[in-house]
């Protein structure tokens, strides 16, 4: 007997395999190269975006993980708030050392306001032209208690405290457009000699557009009045939340509930939840992208069924079923679906360790996201080729081989 018949000699059509269909649609797609290619363009740009997407906003959050591991996230910041009449009020000049008898309390530091005291780059530059640069007094622990870094010259000594010496923050330089130590600024009506310039300070982003001079420096020559207005507290890692419920009441015991008392990483977090609505934007935006593709897939596979009618009608006169047809289109739809899902998240994973590689983070692309991807644009194929598929599966011969 031979295959494809019955015992009665009745021809019966060949039965194709899964590979059977993907050779089959693999011909297809080999015969119009140009459109195949636009097609799956369509779709891999869709991809290649929501891949991006998500990369770029893990790579970001990975760069937060990482600063914030770098820089502890048991740092809280003490500043003076109101009171309940609205008054203002002010921390005691006792504030630092009690605050250093907490028992889990590893380091304390900080900053006071100078009132009425300006910086310039000399004294001949107009009053009020300061570039939003303010004047605080600080004491020697503070750059290691905010994890902040010298990018060039020295932090203030324990000797430059006492002494007309003062350190730029990373804005205030900029602003002043000075970063040479040993440059004479006019500050507070008198002449102060630059030692250093700071990184930017990310957990304390207030010192970046601040000129620090000592502690002591500010009460001799600047006339401050020793009343701290932030106070750092960096505190053992898993005593944060016992450190900060005993502060305010440390630090201000007369009025504990004039006293504020936050965590400079929460903002970082707060930041965080923020580019993540971003995020989800652009996602839709990709998602739509990807839904243009779809079309332009299903397009091409309906202009594909009209122009291979003849091809249709002559398969169905050698005894193909309605059912082999549909799964040719439908694998042809696969494959070209899958051609674009595939190039789209090798060029979204690229375009997120180009990304990541110039702003230095640490390139980060979920599997979900490419897997997701992928299987996004096979099920994008499979409806995009399905009515199609079942057009031509419609077909008659006759119809088929007639044209259209």
Do not use: C
Request: hydrophobic letters at 45%.
């Amino acid at each position: 007997m031979r295959p494809g018949t019955t015992g009665g000699g009745t021809l019966r059509p060949a039965r194709l395999r899964p590979a059977d269909f993907l050779r089959l649609g693999g011909t297809g797609l080999r015969t119009r190269p140009l459109r195949v290619f636009l097609s799956a363009l369509g779709i891999a740009i869709g991809v290649a975006a929501m891949v991006a997407v998500v990369g770029i906003s893990s790579s970001s959050r990975a760069e937060v993980d990482r600063r914030l591991d770098a820089l502890g996230t048991n740092m809280l910041r003490v500043a003076p708030g109101r009171t309940p009449d609205g008054t203002a009020t002010r921390l005691p000049q006792e504030a630092v050392p009690m605050i250093r008898r907490i028992g889990p309390v590893d380091q304390v530091a900080a900053t006071g306001e100078v009132k009425d005291a300006a910086v310039y780059r000399n004294e001949h530059i107009p009053v009020g032209r300061t570039g939003s640069v303010e004047v605080a007094a600080a004491g020697a622990g503070l750059l290691p208690a905010v994890g902040g870094e010298v990018r060039v010259g020295r932090w203030l000594t324990e000797a430059t405290q006492e002494y007309p010496a003062v350190v730029l923050g990373a804005q205030a330089a900029r602003r002043l457009d000075v970063y040479t130590p040993g440059t004479r600024l006019w500050l507070g009506g008198k002449w102060f000699s630059l030692v250093g310039v700071l990184e930017p300070v990310p957990l304390a982003p207030e010192l970046d557009g601040s000129a620090l001079v000592g502690w002591q420096a500010a009460r001799t020559y600047l006339g401050f009045d020793g009343h701290p207005s932030t106070v750092y507290v960096r505190a053992h890692d898993d005593r944060v939340a016992q450190v900060r419920a005993v502060l305010a009441a440390t630090a201000n015991p007369e009025k504990p509930n004039a006293v504020l008392v936050s965590r400079p990483s929460d903002a970082l977090a707060a930041r965080e939840a923020t580019e993540s609505t971003l995020t989800g934007l652009l996602l839709g935006l990709g998602s739509v992208a990807l839904l243009v593709g779809g079309v332009g897939v299903g397009n091409t596979m309906v202009i594909s069924v009209l122009e291979r009618r003849p091809e249709i009608g002559l398969r169905r006169a050698l005894g193909a079923t309605s059912g082999q047809i549909r799964g040719q289109f439908v694998s042809e739809s696969l494959l070209l679906s899958a051609l674009g899902g595939l190039g789209g998240t090798v060029l979204g994973t690229a375009i997120t360790a180009v990304f990541a590689s110039v702003r230095g983070w640490p390139t980060q692309v979920p599997v979900w996201a490419t897997a997701a991807g992928v299987a996004v644009t096979l099920l994008i194929g499979a409806l995009a080729g399905l009515y199609p598929a079942v057009r031509a599966g419609r077909l008659t011969p006759t119809e088929a081989l007639a044209g259209p």
